[in-house]
């Protein structure tokens, strides 16, 4: 069923039970008021009978008449109103001090009446009817005008309300059919935005931003997969060539060695490209798992140092943590390592010979800040605002034999997104590259463990 369609219905629905509800109470009071009406004029020319000798009272069918001593007692009545006072005292007393209009009761059933005191007599003249042909007439005839002129205004109040809808939602269906008749390949396409500065417009402008992050989202997972097939393309290239190579006769033992030799490098190499394509594609589906526990940072960076020696020892560079001792931060070592050990291995790549690489660690409020600094070049100056980008790669270090596909700081940064912090890149004043991750570490040396236990997931270091 359409919105149009049910608000319609929920519409007409309301409108019949408050037609209803209002029709109900108008014929209640209208029956009460000509009931009232009636017996107020039937009232008049009794009055005079209010000092008459005892007995009954002459009056037409259905009219009840009753003269009613200061005592409480009938002494006068019509044939049909019988001995029993048809009001009670406190309805006597209302009487007596002017009109009295409202119910009473005549052989133990409702009856509407009007009573008074005529001039400056003690007694109370009432007149009630318990019936009358003139008030019923004038109620049904307002009872069956009402039905049908209540069934003739909900159906136009019905048929109103589904053309409102429909009015009101039709540049809803028009959004719908822009947006269905859009394409993958309609980057710039949209849907039309009312002028009507209303909620539909806030909608369409809204839809308008979907449609373009779908647009720029679709954008960067092609060229994602352009990107990784280019990466992936290289090694398998070199692997099939290499095994072409070795299956070739004549070939001797050192050349199949070599071969061998090759082809595990390639396979190293497209192993850790496929495990960072996996990372990202968690931290992009938010399903990168971090597990923080009280770490000791200066130990960590320590780790990352150790790993880096040989490669900074062929380089040529010294790889330098500055730390201070004792402090814990509330972090995922394994991840944040990872992290650090990207940043060290770009630093080793462009830092010269004889130069150091310096990793360091302080405490920023409640944070906690790593940064890793080299003495090379610096980054170029248009490649800053994409250093965390997926394939990025300055062009100083495009060449294969630079290392890298380009995804080290972007597995940074994703890193350092699933703790909750943020990753930029600078260069030094004095020249050099400098990468800076700010993670919500909370460090505090209260949480250091006590003497003779280690952190969870940390170790003592090497050597």
Do not use: C
């Amino acid at each position: 069923m359409s919105i149009k369609l049910r608000v319609a219905l929920v519409f007409t629905l309301a409108l019949a039970v408050a037609f209803s509800l209002g029709s109900w109470l108008f014929l209640s009071q209208l029956h009460a008021q000509l009931v009232t009406n009636t017996l107020k004029a039937q009232l008049t020319p009794y009055l005079r009978a209010a000092n008459g000798p005892g007995g009954t009272i002459s009056a037409p069918e259905k009219v009840l008449v009753q003269v009613i001593s200061r005592s409480g007692r009938v002494v006068r009545h019509s044939t049909e109103a019988g001995t029993a006072p048809m009001l009670s005292a406190s309805q006597l007393q209302l009487a007596r001090a002017g009109l009295y209009t409202g119910t009473g009761t005549n052989d133990g059933e409702r009856v509407y009446v009007a009573a008074e005191r005529p001039g400056r007599s003690g007694s109370v003249v009432v007149v009630g009817s318990a019936e009358d042909r003139v008030v019923t007439s004038t109620v049904q005839t307002s009872t069956v005008a009402l039905v049908i002129g209540g069934v003739v205004f909900v159906l136009i109040g019905g048929l109103g309300a589904y053309w409102l809808a429909a009015t009101a939602l039709s540049p809803v269906e028009r959004m719908r059919r822009e947006v269905a008749s859009l394409s993958a390949q309609d980057s710039q396409a949209g849907v039309q935005v009312p002028r009507t500065r209303d909620e539909l417009a806030a909608l369409a402008g809204t839809m308008n931003d979907l449609l373009i992050r779908l647009h720029e989202a679709l954008a960067r997972q092609r060229g994602f997969i352009a990107d990784a097939s280019h990466e992936l393309r290289t090694p398998l290239a070199v692997l099939g060539a290499e095994l072409e190579l070795a299956g070739r006769p004549g070939r001797s033992r050192e050349d199949l060695v070599q071969a061998v030799a090759a082809a595990d490098e390639e396979v190293a190499r497209l192993t850790r490209l496929t495990n960072d394509l996996l990372m990202l594609a968690r931290s992009d589906e938010g399903r990168l798992p971090v597990r923080p526990a009280p770490t000791e940072v200066k130990e960590l960076l320590e780790r990352s140092a150790e790993r880096a020696a040989g490669r900074a020892g062929d380089a040529g560079v010294d790889v330098v943590v500055d730390a201070p001792d004792g402090m814990v931060a509330l972090i995922d070592e394994d991840r944040i390592r990872q992290a650090v050990d990207n940043l060290v291995g770009n630093a080793l790549r462009f830092a010269p010979a004889g130069t150091q690489v310096t990793v360091s660690a302080r405490a920023s409020g409640t944070g906690l800040v790593i940064e890793v600094a080299d003495a090379g070049p610096g980054f170029p100056a248009d490649f800053l605002s994409h250093a965390f980008e997926r394939f990025r790669r300055p062009d100083t270090g495009r060449a294969r034999s630079d290392g890298g596909a380009g995804l080290g700081l972007a597995i940074v940064a994703a890193i350092t997104a699933a703790h909750g912090g943020t990753a930029t890149a600078r260069n030094g004043q004095d020249g050099g590259a400098i990468v800076r991750i700010e993670l919500p570490g909370a460090p505090d040396p209260a949480t250091r463990p006590p003497a003779g236990r280690e952190p969870p997931g940390s170790r003592k270091p090497r050597g």
